[in-house]
């Protein structure tokens, strides 16, 4: 049973970062014996948890068994994921769908199915094993953990209040035997001020950096605030080279972030050039039910090799009534764009979907830095790999939430919180052109999908580096002398996050997973996890 928190530890509370799935789920089994308060950079409701479409996975049927999904995710992740996180995840999805059962997640049913429950499949899997909610499963989750947050009393949910940095040992006045995280500085973004928040400890569930590509399938809430805040404190970052595109986000001039869930290919749906020749079975197998990084990069070459701005999906095969019951998100949602899913076949193009890298983190969600947790997409656990198997993310946010609180709550000896200085803003004054925020934003996103796209090269790479240097070198500057603002504070991010991605890719000599480079088109027999470091090398206790 965990700990009754300390005397210090009740006097300040855990912040966390991020209102999503991770950042619920950690707050929810906080919230039993210690204050928590919670931080929404926008509306509580626009987390990327809520557009998660497929499902959740967990080993629940009796032709599944906890060894084939490790297979599944060590496959998908290209000879680089860890066994051990794997593992331990797997072991523990059975009781993460239960704890969402129980919280009255309306999971789609079948009341033949384990659990009552229906379970579909998607690419890389060798059975059905997602649990989801038609094709919105993650707005579902969002909604009910949010709901029961809301009326939480020990929870406080704090809307438009954007993380600005960490708060360490080298802002205390006083000394410390060791360095360690005291809290954060927030931009509360209505009153423009940003305003000091000592914690017992700060969980970073912030999620990851779609942002930093022009195409994505994440909110523009993903300009990875967590990874870069990390980074600048000291903890170690991990596989940043490894960028999932998701193969089939929508192409329409009305809607360039609506995902097409890789569900409907589970179900049969198929990819289509314009003439209608299928042509996944030419690049793999297992045809669209592929790994993502396969799929994406078939999609890519066929784009190039006919010159076309997107291909086709094609479910007109399936059932009307089926498509309209099992996806009605996707249905409805392409009908108002004028298309008829059962009856015309979907526009779509890769889109930066999902960071398989982040902070270092163990099982419990501990960083390099003492009082630092991080969960969800802002990780690296070893799970992902050099790619993400299709679902074990929402797997990954509600087993290492649930660990994470435990480790933060079965703690005897948080230290007292030092006097943390407020922030100060006298030696700098109100921007006098934004333009040039978003002059850059666009730059770098641009630089991005042009050069560290699905396919690199040493060339592309070396231009970008040397470009987000100089990039960097204005914004440091713009953030030195001007009054902090949301768009400054997530280009400031997402620069610290393009580097590091550039970094891990060029030092990435072999193609392996979501990293292919025309120059390293071999993979190598052993690998390991591109891990970069802005302390010396040590050794921890829990890391191999």
């Given at each position: 049973?965990?700990?009754?928190?300390?005397?210090?530890?009740?006097?300040?509370?855990?912040?966390i970062?991020?209102?999503?799935?991770?950042?619920?789920?950690?707050?929810?089994?906080?919230?039993?014996?210690?204050?928590?308060?919670?931080?929404?950079?926008?509306?509580?409701?626009?987390?990327a948890?809520?557009?998660?479409?497929?499902?959740?996975?967990?080993?629940?049927?009796?032709?599944?068994?906890?060894?084939?999904?490790?297979?599944?995710?060590?496959?998908?992740?290209?000879?680089?994921?860890?066994?051990?996180?794997?593992?331990?995840?797997?072991?523990?999805?059975?009781?993460?769908?239960?704890?969402?059962?129980?919280?009255?997640?309306?999971?789609?049913?079948?009341?033949?199915?384990?659990?009552?429950?229906?379970?579909?499949?998607?690419?890389?899997?060798?059975?059905?094993?997602?649990?989801?909610?038609?094709d919105?499963?993650?707005?579902?989750?969002?909604?009910?953990?949010?709901?029961?947050?809301?009326?939480?009393p020990?929870?406080?949910?704090?809307?438009?209040?954007?993380?600005?940095?960490?708060?360490?040992?080298?802002?205390?006045?006083?000394?410390?035997p060791?360095?360690?995280?005291?809290?954060?500085?927030?931009?509360?973004?209505?009153?423009?001020?940003?305003?000091?928040?000592?914690?017992?400890?700060?969980?970073?569930?912030?999620?990851?950096?779609?942002?930093?590509?022009?195409?994505?399938?994440?909110?523009?809430?993903?300009?990875?605030d967590?990874?870069?805040?990390?980074?600048?404190?000291?903890?170690?970052?991990?596989?940043?080279?490894?960028?999932?595109?998701?193969?089939t986000?929508?192409?329409?001039?009305?809607?360039?972030?609506?995902?097409?869930?890789?569900?409907?290919?589970?179900?049969?749906?198929?990819?289509?050039?314009?003439?209608?020749?299928?042509?996944?079975?030419?690049?793999?197998?297992?045809?669209?039910?592929?790994?993502?990084?396969?799929?994406?990069?078939?999609?890519?070459?066929?784009?190039?090799?006919?010159?076309?701005?997107?291909?086709?999906?094609?479910?007109?095969?399936?059932?009307?009534?089926?498509?309209?019951?099992?996806?009605?998100?996707?249905?409805?949602?392409?009908?108002?764009?004028?298309?008829?899913?059962?009856?015309?076949?979907?526009?779509?193009?890769?889109?930066?979907?999902?960071?398989?890298?982040?902070?270092v983190?163990?099982?419990?969600?501990?960083?390099?830095?003492?009082?630092?947790?991080?969960?969800?997409?802002?990780?690296?656990?070893?799970?992902?790999?050099?790619?993400?198997l299709?679902?074990?993310?929402?797997?990954?946010?509600?087993?290492?939430?649930?660990?994470?609180?435990?480790?933060?709550?079965?703690?005897?000896?948080?230290?007292?919180?030092?006097?943390?200085?407020?922030?100060?803003?006298?030696?700098?004054e109100?921007?006098?052109?934004?333009?040039?925020?978003?002059?850059?934003?666009?730059?770098?996103?641009?630089?991005?999908?042009?050069?560290?796209?699905?396919?690199?090269?040493?060339?592309?790479?070396?231009?970008a580096?040397?470009?987000?240097?100089?990039?960097?070198?204005?914004?440091?500057?713009?953030?030195?002398?001007?009054?902090?603002?949301?768009?400054?504070?997530?280009?400031?991010?997402?620069?610290?996050?393009?580097?590091?991605?550039?970094?891990?890719?060029?030092?990435?000599?072999?193609?392996?997973?979501?990293?292919?480079?025309?120059?390293?088109?071999?993979?190598?027999?052993?690998?390991?996890?591109?891990?970069?470091?802005?302390?010396?090398?040590?050794?921890?206790?829990?890391?191999?």
């Open positions: 049973m965990p700990k009754t928190p300390s005397a210090a530890a009740a006097a300040a509370p855990v912040v970062v991020g209102a999503g799935l991770a950042g619920l789920t950690v707050a929810l089994h906080l919230a039993r014996s210690m204050p928590v308060v919670v931080l929404a950079k926008r509306g509580l409701d626009e987390a948890t809520a557009w998660a479409q497929g499902g959740i996975v967990g080993v629940l049927g009796s032709d599944d068994s906890i060894e084939t999904h490790v297979r599944d995710t060590q496959e998908a992740g290209a000879g680089l994921v860890d066994e051990r996180a794997a593992s331990f995840i797997a072991e523990h999805s059975a009781q993460a769908i239960e704890w969402l059962v129980e919280r009255g997640v309306p999971f789609s049913p079948d009341p033949s199915g384990p659990l009552g429950l229906h379970l579909t499949r998607e690419g890389g899997h060798a059975v059905r094993r997602i649990a989801h909610a038609a919105a499963t993650g707005k579902a989750i969002h909604d009910v953990l949010l709901a029961e947050a809301r009326v939480h020990n929870i406080r949910l704090l809307e438009r209040y954007m993380a600005v940095d960490l708060i360490t040992s080298r802002h205390v006045k006083e000394t410390l060791i360095d360690r995280c005291h809290g954060v500085y927030a931009l509360n973004i209505d009153s423009q001020q940003v305003e000091t928040f000592p914690a017992s400890a700060v969980v970073l569930a912030s999620g990851g950096v779609g942002k930093v590509y022009r195409y994505t399938s994440n909110p523009d809430t993903s300009t990875g967590g990874i870069a805040m990390a980074w600048r404190a000291g903890s170690r970052v991990a596989n940043m080279e490894f960028i999932q595109f998701h193969p986000c929508l192409y329409h001039p009305q809607d360039r972030s609506f995902l097409i869930t890789e569900a409907l290919r589970g179900e049969g749906a198929v990819l289509r050039l314009a003439d209608g020749t299928r042509f996944m079975p030419q690049h793999d197998e297992r045809g669209e039910l592929a790994p993502r990084d396969i799929v994406a990069r078939a999609i890519d070459f066929e784009m190039k090799k006919h010159g076309l701005d997107h291909v086709w999906l094609d479910a007109t095969h399936l059932d009307e009534a089926f498509l309209k019951e099992h996806f009605p998100t996707i249905h409805a949602r392409c009908l108002s764009l004028g298309i008829d899913i059962a009856r015309q076949p979907i526009p779509v193009v890769p889109a930066a979907h999902y960071t398989c890298g982040g902070v983190t163990d099982l419990d969600g501990r960083t390099d830095l003492p009082g630092l947790y991080a969960v969800g997409e802002t990780t690296y656990t070893g799970l992902h790999g050099a790619n993400r299709a679902s074990n993310s929402l797997l990954e946010c509600v087993v290492l939430g649930r660990t994470c609180a435990g480790h933060i709550l079965e703690r005897g000896d948080l230290p007292p919180i030092p006097r943390v200085p407020d922030w100060d803003e006298s030696q700098v109100d921007a006098d052109e934004e333009v040039v925020i978003s002059h850059n934003w666009d730059e770098l996103r641009l630089l991005m999908w042009n050069y560290v796209g699905i396919v690199r090269t040493t060339r592309r790479l070396e231009r580096l040397h470009r987000i240097k100089l990039l960097r070198g204005e914004i440091d500057d713009y953030y030195a002398n001007f009054r902090v603002t949301r768009d400054l504070l997530e280009l400031r991010n997402l620069v610290d996050c393009a580097e590091l991605i550039v970094r891990s890719a060029l030092a990435r000599r072999e193609s392996r997973g979501l990293h292919y480079s025309r120059d390293y088109p071999q993979t190598l027999p052993v690998s390991f996890p591109t891990v970069l470091s802005r302390k010396p090398k040590r050794r921890d206790a829990w890391l191999p």
